[in-house]
């Protein structure tokens, strides 16, 4: 028998489905931007091939990443610098080896639900207890402080934090992030900020928890702001001191960070601002489509929602959310069932806008059609 840790993990709900997709399916359920890197970048990957960069790096990741990196990350706090950055193979490895480091046998992390699938499973994997908070469509998909409050024990470890948000899209306002950050500092509790999403904002700003709380670990990825997910490069930004327990942890499990993929995405960092102000104008046009197509299903509510590429509307039908899904894929469109998220996303769909304009209307305009024969 396999030990009960590895057992208990499930295969993710969103996955199955996809599988099961017809072909010719309009994928409204994918989790990664539609279109390909900058040009600079897979240039770049070309020519660091050609320079041999082909073997084992630095275990924290090639110095020169690091260093610019820590760079762009000045622009939220001065005090930053490479010794606080460690390159990653994506933010999934990022959010697990940071788990690793931090969470104890037995303790406790605050996780979001609904939120990310992999959150609870890593808590677990490092031998602690995922205990979760709620956010919910009446309070605009934002956590509640005063239930966080009420959930810490003299066990809590580390609240897990993910703003813009996947599934729900909400985009977590200063005054939000900040009544967090005061109550971690009160319990001196690490936050886990999983900012994957954080050039995808269409109204307001991006706050990241490391601006106001110091025992902050910053997880974030290219692979949504250089639409490079096949590449698995991303980063966890903290003090000098958990980066250097990190990279022993990375050694371990990674060795190091895919040695070519990080000098093409130094080159993609060089471009990055113009590229996401490209893909940014284009989401934002997909993302009125879709509210308007969800605003003309009578049965569903979203909130308005202002980051990632996600609408996450509740519906009425009493039906399950993997049933309702998989009558919506007969028909030919996939979308992910809210329950994969967490228990209260339950009597939800996650819709993704990261596909054409004109898949998201046929694709909802399929959906409408499905709820009301519903
Ligand atoms: C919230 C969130 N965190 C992390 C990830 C994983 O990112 P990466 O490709 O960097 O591992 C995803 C991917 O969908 C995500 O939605």
């Known amino acids: 028998m ?28 994918l989790g990664e931007p539609d279109i390909q890197p900058p040009v600079e970048m897979i240039d770049a990957l070309k020519s660091a091939l050609d320079k041999g960069f082909n073997k084992y790096g630095p275990s924290a990741g090639i110095m020169e990443l690091r260093l610019a990196i820590a760079d762009n990350l000045r622009r939220y706090r001065k005090d930053v610098s490479f010794e606080n ?7 999934t490895e990022g959010m697990r080896i940071a788990c ?21 499973p890593d808590v677990r994997l490092a031998g602690g207890r995922p205990v979760e908070y709620s956010l919910r469509l009446e309070n605009g998909y934002l956590p509640d402080p005063e239930q966080i409050r009420s959930l810490v024990t003299p066990r809590t470890k580390a609240i897990v934090m ?26 001196s509790l690490y936050i886990l900020s999983d900012e994957v999403y954080n050039d ?64 093409a995405v130094l080159e993609g960092m060089k471009v990055q601002e113009r590229f996401m102000r490209d893909v940014l104008t284009e989401f934002r046009m997909r993302r009125e489509i879709a509210m308007k197509r969800l605003s003309e299903i009578s049965s569903f509510r ?9 609408l996450f509307p509740e519906y009425d039908h009493r039906m399950p959310s993997e049933d309702f899904a998989q009558r919506i ?38 959906v409408k059609d499905v709820a009301a024969e519903l």
Not at 16 to 26: H, M
Not at 85 to 91: D, F, H, L
Not at 100 to 120: H, K, M, R, S
Not at 240 to 263: D, G, S
Request: aromatic content about 10%.
């Open 100 to 120: 690793e480091t931090i969470i104890g046998e037995g303790d406790e992390a605050l996780v979001p639900n609904p939120g990310f699938i992999i959150y609870g």
């Open 302 to 310: 979203t909130a308005p929602v202002s980051g990632a590429f996600y």
């Open 162 to 187: 993910n703003s813009p948000s996947n599934p729900t899209g909400s985009v977590f306002p200063r005054d939000t992030m900040k009544a967090i950050c005061e109550i971690a500092d009160d319990k």
């Open 200 to 263: 995808y904002v269409y109204e307001g700003e991006h706050w990241s928890p490391a601006r106001f709380h110091d025992d902050t670990i910053v997880v974030n990825s290219f692979s949504k702001s250089l639409a490079a997910t096949g590449w698995r490069i991303g980063y966890v930004a903290t003090s000098k001191e958990i980066v250097k327990q990190l990279a022993k942890v990375q050694y371990y499990t990674l060795a190091c960070p895919p040695t070519a993929t990080q000098y």
């Open 2 to 29: 396999f030990p009960s840790r590895v057992a208990s993990l499930k295969v993710s709900g969103i996955r199955k489905l996809f599988e099961a997709a017809p072909p010719g399916a309009i994928n409204l359920g």
């Open 85 to 91: 950055v460690i390159v990653t193979a994506g933010a």
């Open 329 to 366: 894929l007969e028909r030919g469109v996939i979308c992910a069932p809210g329950s994969a998220f967490g228990s209260l996303g339950e009597g939800h769909l996650r819709f993704s806008y990261a596909n054409s304009r004109e898949n998201i209307s046929r694709g909802l305009d399929i």
